[in-house]
């Protein structure tokens, strides 16, 4: 069997194990990944996700790592910042998640974790912008806009996080959030 086909079959194993929750089984088949054919990420993304999921954050950091070294991606980046964040290191983990959504303004994970650190840092007025790009992909992402409009809020924007929550409303009129924040408004 060719390398790479190796490679794509044992990834793939890998995943289905993980998302089964076979963790030994996922780690062994992400392993023989790695071995199989030339140099990937992935492989090591999975890695280090059976570590997160172990509890072995300095494993999984090693494994995101590596899977930077190779190729810089979101998610990789995201993985780092998680860890970080975890470990109480919230200012790198805020500058990593910036760099993820850079590369990714759909990356879920950098968002929500942006907005987290975005309101225990009081730096909600930086994150406003990656939340109105995210927007403007995805308009109907309605926990999004949530966000932004609890961002408004925040800085006594009232008025802009009013019209925040109505465009929620006319597209979901049973968001209840929104019509609790509205009337908290």
């Given amino acids: 069997m060719s390398g790479h086909l190796d490679y794509e079959i044992n990834k793939e194993l890998g995943e289905c194990y993980l998302f089964m929750g076979e963790l030994d089984k996922a780690e062994e088949y992400y392993k023989k990944a790695v071995s199989s054919n030339g140099i990937h990420p992935d492989p090591y993304i999975g890695l280090a996700t059976v570590a997160v999921q172990r509890g072995e954050l300095d494993d999984a950091i090693a494994m995101y790592e590596k899977a930077h070294k190779i190729e810089p991606t979101d998610k990789s980046l995201s993985g780092i910042a998680l860890i970080r964040m975890e470990n109480g290191d919230k200012e790198n983990a805020y500058s990593l998640f910036v760099e993820a959504i850079k590369m990714n303004p759909e990356n879920m994970v950098a968002l929500f974790s942006l907005i987290r650190l975005g309101h225990e840092m009081d730096r909600v007025a930086d994150i406003m912008p990656y939340l109105r790009d995210y927007l403007e992909v995805d ?3 309605h926990e999004v806009r949530y966000s932004l409009a609890g961002c408004l809020a925040v ?7 009013r019209e925040q929550l109505d465009k929620i409303l006319e597209m979901d009129p049973d968001f209840e959030a929104a019509k609790e924040m509205l009337d908290a408004l």
Avoid at 155 to 161: T, Y
């Fill in 155 to 161: 800085l006594e924007q009232k008025d802009a996080a």
């Fill in 139 to 141: 308009p109907a992402k």
